[in-house]
């Protein structure tokens, strides 16, 4: 059975299934709702901070926990160079590898050590007009040379989760550490600091975009999916799963109209919840075809996916 993704799981869960190898499994009964006002972009960040404890392995908990101690070390060395207190700068820098040690022997092959993931939502609120008009202004712009004004409204078509993971690079840092502890001892204090700056700025940040309008497409499969297996359906529970699939296309419209996910794969998407609303009467299609449209929908978020 192909996982089912939760609006919740994915703004919450979603970091650490990539990241730290959990499976999570939450439900959400927010549905996105259709507003008369302008586009409007909706920022929320960090959003439930206190589940991330319970979410994350001990092991990935642990090289987490060096590799933020080992940035915080370095920065230590790198104030005490500032105050030429060359045996703080020494005692840091030790300590610092030491972590960075514990973090490649917990996992030899990790390349790039987490310290950091930050998540930030853009909703949209708007009407597929509303959007229409936007873009058509924009290019209006974009053709009169017109570029921040352009820029000013496709800041605001979007409908996504940005996952903003800070790394460190496990190939190339403990090297640079390696490299400044001579130069310490021979009192280079101007190159180590240097050294050591441009060991804190190879930190690397990755943003990873989910599209939230695949994600409600999603709970509404599963919300479908559920009313689908009773086999003595009331007319309201019918109604339900025509106002789902009418909302699944309304979603993968304001999709395909802000850009997500290649433009060829929409129409199957359509073509797949007209054979759910076609067999609603009658026989309804078995877990086999829900797994098949899950599937589909998992490739739009695929690269979120790092099991």
């Known amino acids: 059975m192909m996982k089912r993704i939760s609006l919740y799981w994915i703004k919450i869960g979603l970091i650490f299934i990539f990241l730290f190898t959990s499976s999570l499994h939450a439900a959400a009964d927010k549905m996105p709702v259709q507003s008369n006002n302008a586009i409007e972009a909706r920022d929320d960040s960090n959003k439930d901070p206190e589940i991330v404890g319970d979410q994350i392995s001990s092991k990935r908990k642990e090289i987490i926990k060096e590799a933020v101690a080992a940035i915080s070390d370095t920065k230590k060395a790198l104030l005490a160079l500032e105050n030429e207190n060359k045996q703080g700068a020494l005692d840091a820098l030790e300590k610092a590898l030491g972590e960075l040690e514990v973090v490649l022997s917990r996992d030899p092959d990790l390349g790039l050590a987490a310290i950091d993931v930050k998540i930030t939502v853009y909703?949209?609120?708007?009407y597929l007009e509303d959007?229409?008009?936007a873009k058509k202004q924009a290019?209006?712009?974009l053709e009169d040379d017109e570029i921040q004004k352009a820029r000013n409204i496709l800041n605001d078509l979007a409908s996504e989760i940005v996952?903003?993971?800070t790394n460190v690079p496990l190939a190339s840092y403990p090297e640079v550490i390696k490299d400044v502890i001579p130069r310490i001892d021979a009192e280079q204090y101007?190159?180590?600091?240097?050294?050591l700056q441009n060991a804190l700025n190879s930190l690397t940040v990755t943003d990873y975009i989910i599209p939230l309008p695949i994600v409600r497409v999603s709970e509404d499969i599963d919300k479908i999916e559920?009313?689908?297996?009773k086999t003595n359906r009331t007319q309201a529970e019918n109604d339900a799963i025509v106002n789902l699939l009418a909302d699944a296309h309304l979603q993968l419209e304001?999709?395909?109209a802000l850009g997500y996910g290649d433009k060829k794969d929409y129409q199957k998407f359509h073509d797949q919840l007209d054979e759910i609303e076609n067999r609603v009467g009658g026989i309804v299609p078995g877990s086999d075809y829900f797994d098949e449209i899950r599937e589909f929908l998992a490739d739009f978020l695929a690269p979120f996916d790092k099991e």
């Open 123 to 126: 909703d949209l609120y708007a």
């Open 163 to 165: 996952v903003s993971v």
């Open 226 to 229: 559920l009313l689908t297996e």
């Open 131 to 133: 959007i229409e008009k």
């Open 190 to 195: 101007e190159t180590a600091k240097t050294d």
């Open 139 to 141: 290019m209006d712009y």
């Open 254 to 256: 304001m999709a395909e």
